[in-house]
């Protein structure tokens, strides 16, 4: 972890296995937890940031892409140890979803976490866009 007052704090995280890493700036310490089916069961801790406040690392070549419903968002996972540690969201869908529980270090009570109603998607959705 790097931290700048005027280009915010820079994280490094990745999957289970290592295969997958990625380097995210974050500008305001924010999550969401959605309770909606595919969140509940990855225990996802939602950090969306602009694409040019995120670096792929390695690990393009083990991501697997899951798509569901809609098909708009693209859930990434490393196809070796299954961990879910970004996505591209329905929400943002130009954006990195970062999962906060992947990025290294125990740093997840830096983040104010909001709950967001996603079993109710359609209504809910303009409280996080």
């Not at 820079?10 to 295969?19: D, F, L, R």
């Not at 809609?70 to 943002?92: N, V, W």
């Not at 997840?108 to 967001?116: D, I």
Request: with cysteine.
């Amino acid at each position: 972890m790097t931290e700048n007052p005027e280009s915010g704090t820079i994280y490094e995280g990745g999957c289970h296995c290592g295969a997958v890493r990625f380097r995210v700036t974050v500008d305001r310490h924010e999550a969401i937890d959605c309770n909606c089916s595919i969140c509940q069961k990855k225990g996802f801790l939602h950090l969306i940031v602009p694409p040019d406040r995120f670096t792929l690392l390695q690990g393009e070549e083990m991501l697997q892409t899951y798509t569901f419903n809609t098909g708009a968002a693209k859930h990434l996972f490393c196809k070796q140890c299954g961990i879910h540690s970004f996505y591209r969201p329905r929400s943002h869908p130009d954006s990195f979803d970062v999962n906060v529980r992947c990025l290294d270090g125990d740093i997840t009570a830096k983040f104010a976490v909001t709950p967001f109603d996603g079993q109710n998607w359609e209504d809910n959705i303009q409280t996080i866009q």
